[in-house]
């Protein structure tokens, strides 16, 4: 029997240390949270993407009274860049909250947005920079979606 560990690098910045890119990033996610329609959850999620060519595209949670009918944030803002722009590789996605756990925590995607963000990475063939960070904390950086789905599935296993 070989034992295998997987190990996942993320990277802490305070909010002096982002790229000056990732800094307007932050913004227009928080900016775009008043658009999240959270009435269930009351926890608002905002997701801005980079795209290759300098736009930028939010997305936000929409809830459903019947709640597996609702959508993530990061789901939204992926389907509205290949939507708008299918042929503009998105390059980096900021993740930030809202609400009900009163700001204590970095909420990361959940497993069907990881899913989705590899297969945009597969699509686009480039890696896809996750940022996550809510205002007064350190902000996270993931390098890659991947890293957040270990042996994901993909086009390769089809
Ligand atoms: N939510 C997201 O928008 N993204 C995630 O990755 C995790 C959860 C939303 C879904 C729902 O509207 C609310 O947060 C509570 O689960």
């Known amino acids: 029997m070989n034992e295998i560990n ?13 790229p000056d890119e990732i800094v307007l990033l ?9 658009d999240a329609y959270a009435p269930y959850s009351k926890f608002k999620v905002a997701a801005a993407v980079l795209l290759d060519n300098g736009i930028v595209v939010t997305g936000t949670n ?9 959508i993530c944030a990061e789901g939204t803002a992926m389907s509205t860049c ?15 909250t809202e609400g009900r756990n009163k ?11 990881r899913q989705r963000l590899v297969e945009t990475e597969y699509r686009y063939k480039s890696k896809l920079e996750i940022w996550l960070g809510i ?3 350190d902000i996270i950086k993931i390098n890659s979606a991947k890293d957040l789905l270990p042996m994901a ?3 390769d296993d089809l």
Not at 6 to 18: C, G, I, Q, R, V
Not at 103 to 113: D, F, H, L, V
């Open 6 to 18: 997987l190990t996942l690098k993320l990277s802490s910045y305070t909010k002096a240390e982002l």
């Open 26 to 34: 932050f913004e227009q996610a928080k900016a775009a949270l008043k």
């Open 62 to 70: 929409q809830e459903n009274a019947a709640y597996p009918a609702g």
């Open 82 to 96: 290949a939507s708008l722009y299918p042929d503009v590789k998105p390059k980096a996605m900021f993740i930030t």
């Open 103 to 113: 700001n204590k925590s970095i909420a990361a995607p959940c497993g069907i947005c």
């Open 135 to 137: 205002e007064g904390q």
């Open 153 to 155: 599935f993909t086009p």
